[in-house]
């Protein structure tokens, strides 16, 4: 499977911070933003992934990311000229999916959980149709809501609605086999002039084919797309790393965990941030004993 991370548009809702730099170059504590949902796709175990971002920033990309040989990866690039809607993705990224599966996340989105890494991976291992998400919010009718039988199956998928038929609201990842690339390039424009994801979702439901995860109380998720919301999920990333001593969305920890890069590399990277926490915490992981950290990971324990 090969994922794709949509870090463009234009970020309205956080002006005047966003006049001369990619919402998705903010930092969320004391990460850029995109480590999150970089470190998101790490964790479902894609390695290959393309970053479409705007004409001004994706420069930006390729100085901060490189072409992902560090972290054991393979990273591409593309320009999307408009923000034209999410299911654009696929159309623009159609010759880097190939005949490959696809994850889609969003730039501005961070998921955490204890298990999250093996809801991923799991998720990443569909044979046919797609996989979203369900996160329960108070207040449904500010995101995308999935109404879901007993057997997870979507029944219904609504965009902000002034009735919600459930709490559930879709968080911004999503999994699909390769017949997503079709799909994108079937659908038409909505009344805002986009390609919706909702659309794209709803193809998959009309056969069947649309299951849906539910991440309970044990999840956080933030999509950090204005002032309030970009200042929680830094509280939170505070908040976790101080007092639990680990990090969250370190893309050197994840690479090196799942096995793509060497102790060496992970001890050269921690060189490089050395007047860090960051770097200091590379070094603790790469000190680590590594065989034991992954059969505790792999027991029982957590099945």
Same mark, same amino acid.
């Given at each position: 499977?090969?994922?794709?991370?949509?870090?463009?548009?234009?970020?309205?809702?956080?002006?005047?911070v966003?006049?001369a730099?990619?919402?998705?170059?903010?930092?969320?504590?004391?990460?850029?933003?995109?480590?999150?949902?970089?470190?998101?796709?790490?964790m479902?175990?894609?390695?290959?992934v393309? $970053?479409?971002? *705007?004409?001004?920033?994706?420069?930006?990309? @390729?100085?901060?990311?490189?072409?992902?040989? +560090?972290l054991? !990866? =393979?990273?591409e690039y593309?320009?999307q000229?408009?923000?034209v809607?999410?299911?654009?993705?696929?159309?623009?990224?159609?010759?880097?999916i190939?005949?490959?599966n696809?994850?889609l996340?969003?730039?501005?989105?961070?998921?955490y959980?204890?298990?999250?890494?093996?809801?991923?991976?799991?998720?990443?291992k569909l044979?046919e149709?797609?996989?979203?998400?369900?996160?329960?919010?108070?207040?449904?009718?500010?995101y995308?809501?999935?109404?879901?039988d007993?057997?997870?199956k979507?029944?219904?998928?609504?965009?902000?609605?002034a009735?919600?038929?459930?709490?559930?609201?879709?968080?911004?990842?999503?999994?699909?086999?390769?017949?997503?690339?079709? $799909?994108?390039? *079937?659908?038409?424009p909505?009344?805002?002039? @986009?390609?919706?994801?909702?659309d794209v979702? +709803?193809?998959y !439901? =009309?056969?069947?084919?649309?299951?849906?995860?539910?991440l309970?109380?044990?999840?956080?998720?933030?999509d950090?797309?204005?002032?309030d919301?970009?200042?929680d999920?830094?509280?939170?990333?505070k908040?976790i790393q101080?007092?639990?001593g680990?990090?969250?969305?370190?893309?050197e920890?994840i690479?090196?965990r799942?096995?793509?890069i060497?102790?060496?590399a992970?001890?050269?990277?921690?060189?490089?941030?050395?007047?860090?926490?960051?770097?200091?915490?590379?070094k603790?992981v790469a000190?680590?004993?590594f065989?034991?950290?992954?059969?505790v990971?792999?027991?029982?324990l957590f099945?």
């Amino acid at each position: 499977m090969k994922g794709i991370i949509l870090a463009g548009g234009s970020a309205t809702r956080l002006y005047p911070v966003t006049l001369a730099v990619s919402k998705q170059m903010l930092p969320v504590y004391d990460k850029p933003m995109i480590y999150y949902p970089l470190s998101t796709l790490m964790m479902a175990g894609i390695k290959e992934v393309l $970053i479409i971002s *705007t004409p001004v920033h994706i420069g930006a990309f @390729e100085a901060l990311l490189g072409d992902g040989s +560090k972290l054991g !990866m =393979k990273f591409e690039y593309k320009i999307q000229e408009k923000p034209v809607g999410l299911a654009d993705a696929f159309i623009l990224g159609a010759d880097f999916i190939g005949n490959d599966n696809v994850a889609l996340i969003l730039g501005d989105n961070m998921i955490y959980g204890s298990r999250i890494e093996r809801v991923l991976k799991a998720a990443s291992k569909l044979k046919e149709g797609g996989i979203i998400f369900g996160y329960q919010v108070a207040d449904p009718t500010s995101y995308g809501v999935v109404e879901i039988d007993k057997k997870g199956k979507a029944i219904s998928i609504e965009e902000k609605p002034a009735e919600p038929k459930s709490h559930l609201a879709v968080p911004g990842i999503y999994f699909y086999d390769n017949d997503v690339v079709k $799909i994108a390039k *079937t659908i038409k424009p909505s009344e805002r002039g @986009e390609l919706e994801i909702t659309d794209v979702n +709803k193809a998959y !439901m =009309k056969k069947g084919k649309l299951q849906v995860i539910p991440l309970g109380s044990g999840y956080a998720w933030f999509d950090t797309g204005t002032p309030d919301r970009l200042g929680d999920a830094s509280d939170f990333v505070k908040a976790i790393q101080l007092r639990q001593g680990v990090q969250i969305g370190c893309l050197e920890e994840i690479a090196y965990r799942n096995e793509w890069i060497s102790k060496d590399a992970l001890l050269e990277e921690a060189k490089k941030y050395k007047k860090t926490e960051y770097g200091k915490y590379l070094k603790k992981v790469a000190d680590q004993d590594f065989k034991q950290y992954k059969e505790v990971f792999e027991s029982e324990l957590f099945n």
